[in-house]
């Protein structure tokens, strides 16, 4: 159930990139401003998740999804009459305030479900939210096409938010487990719980946020940005043939990104599952490094887009099973929903970036500066995984086995 409210909730972000050029079409606003409002929704999305994760820790799931399932849909229904910038900035908040309190509910769950398979469930659950839109992006392209992106914010939003209000009432609480109960040789776990306070004093939390804000960065780019730069490299309408489907070449690449951003959360959360989380974040961040830097260079092949592109999401989405599940393992399943929700707010930072994309490729005439860098941050950010976070986590759960 979890997983159907996160698919449901999947489009206002990834399916955002299907209606910023037809917006900018109807009233010539410029693509940094309308983006803003993909910034906003994501602020608020992210860094309201703290605060839901503790409502979900103290009163359960139900009325946490209940509230943004309601949120969820508004939103998208504000989205269909915003006649100006500030109305359409509004239904972006109202509906990143609903999308934030199902995401951060439904992925803290998981985490106090199943302590001895967190990559495996929280990537499950995340899945939801990275492939979700894979089944409804060519409906909606086609709808918008059809009938205009005014009806498919209306009807979709209002779809999609009935939809996770009606599951609401079958979500439950977890039940209590021992904390480090279920750990292993391969994923240590804290011996004890730790609160939000206690967290953000302890450095292993900060090196964890800095390397989500990197990641976080050069994917949430491409996600927004996606339609534009296809335009730009003049190949969003060339059609592409892949093992007998034609499609035109963004929406082939808009409809595999989705299903292989989904697919790489639980595979990969059940890669760290068995050979430790640290390890599956290098491989998965220089993957993503590479696939970053050999979209720029052949992109502008309609074949290589849309492969590359699923790459880049593949080696990208694992963010979102990974390091909630690396969370609850340092600091414990009590208050997972909060800490979790904290760690998540990364993404909200990493989206102040997204706007300044658009600013550095119309200053530089190109994506060149973009890209290169994107992949120079997950470079980085695959550094740290090694030689920063795996000693100093290793360090910090010795201590609480003491403390325990």
Known sequence: MGIICMAMIANLQYGWTLFVNPIADKYHWTRAAIQVAFTIFVLTETWLVPIEGWLVDKYGPRVVVMG??????????????????????????????????????????????????????????????????????????????????????????????????????????????????????????????????EMVRKPVFWVMYLMFVMVAAGGLMATAQLAPIARDFK?????????????????????????????????????????????????????????????????????????LTGLVFFAWGEIYSLFPSTCADTFGSKYAAANAGLLYTAKGTAALLVPLSSVLTAATGSWHAVFIVASVMNAIAAALAWFALRPMRRAHLEQSAREA
């Open 68 to 197: 943004g399932g309601i949120l969820a849909g508004l939103g998208w229904m504000i989205n269909a009459y915003a006649d100006t910038l500030t109305l359409l900035y509004v239904g972006a908040a109202v509906g990143g305030v609903g999308a934030g309190a199902v995401y951060g509910t439904c992925v803290g769950n998981a985490l106090k479900w199943f302590p001895d398979r967190r990559g495996l469930a929280a990537g499950l659950t995340a899945a939801g939210f990275g492939a979700g839109s894979a089944l409804t992006v060519v409906p909606i392209s086609a709808y918008i096409q059809s009938h205009g992106y005014e009806a498919a914010f209306l009807y979709f939003g209002i779809g999609q938010g009935a939809i996770i209000f009606l599951l609401s009432w079958f979500l439950t609480r977890a039940p209590e487990h021992k904390s480090g109960a279920a750990g292993s040789a391969k994923v240590m776990q804290s011996r004890r719980d730790y609160t939000t306070g």
């Open 235 to 307: 190949i969003d309408g060339v059609p592409v043939n892949i093992m007998g489907l034609v499609l035109p070449a963004l929406t082939f690449a808009l409809a595999i990104d989705r299903v292989l951003n989904g697919l790489t959360r639980p595979f990969f959360g059940w890669v760290s599952d068995q050979i430790g989380r640290e390890l599956t974040m290098f491989i998965a961040f220089a993957l993503e490094a590479v696939g970053i830097l050999c979209l720029y260079k052949f992109g502008h092949n309609p074949i290589a887009f849309v492969i």
